[in-house]
């Protein structure tokens, strides 16, 4: 099952609507950081992460402008969110009022809200949020109606009387340092924050709403590097060697390849394009000997499997199947996973015909389908100078490699 099958809508809350206090009044949220803002970077996380439906962000009362500068200052925000309704809603006096008025303002500009619909609640001074961490809260929320990513704590926890001792002893196995996104199904949220703000108590967080009034909240693998710009110090580790955004990148190769016969009758296929000629790869699928070879480099990278093993020879369901599908079916895959391609260099061997005039529409076609740059791809072709199953015009074989990178 993938991700997109789990629920219909997913909403996006990001909390900006504090003052900043322990920053000397410094907007930490639109502070300038990379291509953008702390805000923009925080958005532009869930956007190239998932298919969201809705955004609201609680900004301060008056600060529309403001906030508009903050997010698409940041080009790639702007491109990314250009059909997506992005709401400015008021924040409150608290962060609970701040959520609840952009739960309020979701309702109100969506068509009734069906059971489920999905929530996350971000603070938006979190910039480096990765897509495992989104992706897995989602499917966490969609599972068990909510779920937070959290981290073990490193230092012994001690609880502390009001005037200074060791109260109590607590075992640090069972504790746990909750972080933002936090995903709730949309509708139970609502609810329970409409009761919590007349019920006269205070709440840190939305999972303690959620735990009074809905249930249990499930518990995802958080990340150190999605920390929460709280003090003046935070900002200069950003731009630090030492930050984790730095090197906790995680990188791997892999390598392809696939040899298939040349036969009349057939299409020559090459990733993707059909290539004016006499015979074509013989093969169960469409034998596009190229783009089989590519799905083998990126499953190899990500340690997934091969081709084989997602979409079996044996099975009749794969005869004359487009590879391209094939390749999209996986790539999905692997990126839900938090993958990202970093560059694809293939190797194409057949004797004719001359593959150069093709190369554009190939690397083109390849791009599309990873849903990536064709700057990042480049493929080339050699003959087999007459010698074996190659030169003789009797076989086509492709190898591919590729590094794939995860935060």
């Not at 640090?172 to 019920?199: G, I, M, S, Y």
Request: aromatic share 6%; net charge neutral.
């Amino acid at each position: 099952m993938t991700m997109t099958t789990l629920t219909n809508r997913v909403y996006l809350v990001v909390v900006a609507a504090g003052s900043s206090t322990r920053m000397g009044g410094l907007k930490k949220e639109y502070l300038p950081l990379e291509e953008g803002t702390v805000l923009s970077r925080a958005v532009r996380s869930f956007l190239e992460a998932y298919p969201i439906t809705k955004i609201a962000i609680a900004i301060p009362k008056g600060g529309q402008r403001q906030a508009e500068e903050a997010l698409f200052t940041d080009s790639k925000l702007k491109q990314l969110s250009a059909n997506i309704p992005l709401i400015l809603a008021e924040g409150g006096k608290t962060r609970q009022e701040s959520v609840l008025n952009a739960l309020s303002a979701i309702a109100d500009k969506t068509e009734t809200p069906v059971n489920n619909d999905l929530v996350l609640i971000h603070d938006g001074a979190r910039p480096f949020v990765t897509k495992k961490i989104i992706t897995d809260t989602i499917e966490a929320a969609a599972k068990f109606g909510a779920s937070v990513p959290a981290l073990q704590p490193v230092d012994t926890q001690k609880e502390i009387s009001s005037d200074g001792f060791i109260k109590r002893h607590l075992e640090r196995k069972n504790l746990a340092a909750v972080q933002t996104p936090q995903a709730f199904k949309f509708k139970e949220l609502f609810e329970a924050h409409k009761k919590a703000a007349l019920d006269g108590c205070s709440y840190t967080d939305d999972t303690e709403i959620w735990g009074k009034y809905c249930g249990k909240v499930k518990i995802v693998e958080g990340d150190s590097i999605n920390k929460k710009i709280t003090y003046k110090s935070d900002l200069q580790m950003l731009n630090s060697e030492e930050h984790p955004k730095k090197d906790n990148k995680m990188i791997r190769t892999g390598l392809g390849y696939d040899l298939h016969k040349l036969v009349e009758g057939r299409k020559l296929m090459l990733g993707g394009i059909e290539i004016p000629f006499e015979k074509g790869e013989d093969g169960h699928s469409d034998g596009d000997v190229l783009l089989h070879a590519i799905t083998d480099a990126l499953l190899g990278a990500s340690a997934m499997g091969d081709i084989g093993s997602f979409f079996p020879p044996e099975e009749a369901k794969w005869k004359d199947a487009d590879s391209k599908m094939l390749l999209k079916t996986v790539w999905q895959e692997i990126t839900q996973k938090g993958w990202k391609l970093e560059n694809l260099d293939c190797v194409i061997a057949l004797e004719k015909p001359k593959f150069i005039p093709y190369r554009e529409k190939v690397i083109q076609s390849i791009a599309g389908v990873l849903e990536v740059n064709s700057d990042q791809i480049f493929v080339k072709a050699k003959t087999g100078e007459k010698i074996g199953k190659i030169g003789r015009g009797e076989a086509i074989e492709a190898f591919a490699t590729c590094l794939l990178s995860k935060n």
